[in-house]
């Protein structure tokens, strides 16, 4: 692996890495404050789509990217739609934080 893919893999894995808080507070609280299900809809379709290109022109950052995203985006919209209008003890004391 050569310099600029490492350089887009570490970056690949910090964009998957930023899924995770909100992953965990979905499945640990059950709580889907200020989750907007049709943006994570769309942000699904879209990064499957750009996955599908990237397998098509065989760029393997782009596909690790893309498979991190539609799944962590697939997540959270399974979770949200699965605990939609729950809220958790914070959101209600902080509902301006949904």
Known sequence: MNGPNLLGLTGA??????YLPQI?????EQCSAGI???????WFISSL?????????KAF???FLG?????STAMIY?????YKG??????QQHPENA
Do not use: D, P
């Open 13 to 18: 894995i910090i964009a998957g890495s930023a």
């Open 24 to 28: 965990k507070h979905l499945i640990k």
């Open 36 to 42: 907007s299900r049709s943006a994570f809809a769309l």
């Open 49 to 57: 789509l750009i996955t599908v290109n990237a397998i098509y022109i």
């Open 61 to 63: 950052v782009f596909i």
């Open 67 to 71: 498979t991190i995203q539609t799944l």
């Open 78 to 82: 399974g979770y949200s739609t699965k």
């Open 86 to 91: 729950k809220v958790c003890g914070f959101h």
